[in-house]
């Protein structure tokens, strides 16, 4: 088992900047890739960023490139995503996600384990 914890959400001003932070503990986390998703109301939940192990890659949602980075600590068993330039259209709960497999994927049902989610509301 994994267990995922995310911190870093709240309340911004469009144009301005979040960094959101997963924990993970349990089994070894370094081998697994990590995403981040994130769903708004009333809408499904879509891929954002992810990094496989050990970070060589990184995936990004087009709607996000250019804005946010995903990175991850493996000595510190975290990942981060630096989110700047927000919209009020990335309002959304954020979740982190960890993959078995190590390269990464774009594709929620590929992940493994979930978060509870932290919130982003990004006013205009």
């Known amino acids: 088992q994994v267990q995922l914890v995310e911190s870093g959400g709240g309340l911004v001003q469009a144009g301005g900047s979040l960094r959101l932070s997963c924990a993970a503990s349990g089994r070894t986390f370094s081998t697994y890739a990590m995403g981040w998703f994130r769903q708004a109301p009333g809408k499904e939940r879509e891929f954002v960023a992810a990094i496989s192990w050990p970070g060589r890659l990184t995936y990004y949602a087009d709607s996000v490139k250019g804005r946010f980075t995903i990175s991850r600590d493996n000595a510190k068993n975290t990942v981060q995503l630096q989110m700047n330039s927000l919209k009020p259209e990335d309002t959304a709960v954020y979740y982190c996600?960890?993959?078995?497999?190590?390269?990464?994927?774009?594709?929620?049902?590929?992940?493994?384990?979930w978060g509870q989610g932290t919130q982003v509301t990004v006013s205009s």
């Open positions: 996600a960890a993959d078995q497999s190590s390269i990464g994927s774009t594709i929620g049902r590929d992940y493994d384990y």
